[in-house]
C-alpha cells in the first residue's frame, strides 16, 4: 500500500491509521450525512452524481 501510494517514507504506524476505520469516526460521518442530506442514497447522488445504475453495481459489488 506505501508504494502504490507514494507513502514509502512513512513508518507503517504512521500509516495504518489511514487503513483503519474507528467506529466512532465512522458513524459520526454517517450522522452528518444523514442530518444534512436525509441518507447516504442521496448524498450519494447530489454531492458525488452517482445515479441509480452507479448505485445498483455499488450496492452490487458491496453488500453481500
Known amino acids: 500500500v506505501r ?5 514509502e517514507a512513512l513508518p507503517a504506524a504512521a500509516v495504518l491509521p489511514m487503513l483503519e476505520v474507528n467506529p466512532a469516526y465512522l458513524e459520526a460521518a454517517l450522522d452528518v450525512i444523514d ?9 450519494l447522488h ?4 452517482v445515479d441509480a ?3 445498483d453495481e455499488l450496492r452490487r459489488r458491496y453488500l453481500v
Do not use: R, T
Open 3 to 7: 508504494a502504490k501510494y507514494g507513502l
Open 35 to 43: 442530518d444534512q442530506h436525509g441518507s447516504v442514497e442521496a448524498y
Open 46 to 49: 447530489s454531492v458525488l452524481g
Open 53 to 55: 445504475a452507479a448505485l
